[in-house]
């Protein structure tokens, strides 16, 4: 994987939009301390598929998502295992600032967004300034820190392919919109990429995404994953998945018919925006 290492950045008056402030780190800090921050915020549009930083790479300060998604990720040799989606109002890159580090994380723009960098310099005079705004600091590295532990938990105790994407597919519908009877995710991304959050190849997501499909845990309309049971898809993404009516293989299947081909279906690179929360906290 590439990744555009210096792009020309189209530099901009903050957006009118202040969604990035329903974030939970701009939402713990002070009136004074938010006016003073969104002060010293220059925002800019970053194109698609561009690094912002790298893991090891030593600090260069905090990044604030203003609009958009940021893909996080941790890679050995030309392995790489996706940890979480960030989302506006999310503040990269804290641990590497608050401690003189480097990088512990790669983050790349999935499509063009909007960013407002901040030097080690600035954020720690900032801090200064307002030291009750370490609080809100520890907060938000605390919540990076217990979403990449419950990714790698998920990974390491689930047995089977099927049960990672079943827990990925939950988490990710949890942001889509659902009613009563029904969940939706939209997948946005293609095999290969999917299975780069659950650590297996294109060709197991696609099987594992097949028989979903055979058992009616899940239900595919274009981009859109809807999930009849919730419970069920549970089940599964815990390991037990015995017996119950929407487990069973429809007829066809359980008299051996071969599953369908994936043909190059993973391979595909076109996306969709990820579905934003309806309340957001990434």
Known sequence: MSFVMHAEHVYIAMPR???YRKGDFFAGLSATA????ESLLIASTWPAHTLIFAENQPSTGIVVVLEGAVKLSINSGDRRLVIRIAKAGEVLGL???ISGGPHVMTTETLYPIRVARLTPQTFLRFLARHPEAYGTVAREMNRS???ACERLRALSLSPTVRSRLAHLL???SESGENDKSCAHCRLAFTHEEIGEFIGASREAVCRALTMLKY???VVQHGSTLAIPSREALERLASGNNRSPVALRMPQDAQQGTELPDCGDAGSQKSRSPLPERT???A
């Not at 938010?34 to 921050?37: I, S």
């Open 95 to 97: 641990h590497s600032t």
């Open 17 to 19: 939009s202040r969604e």
């Open 145 to 147: 820190f217990n979403a």
């Open 170 to 172: 939950l988490g990710w």
């Open 279 to 281: 309340q957001e906290g």
């Open 215 to 217: 058992r009616r845990l």
């Open 34 to 37: 938010l006016k003073d921050l």
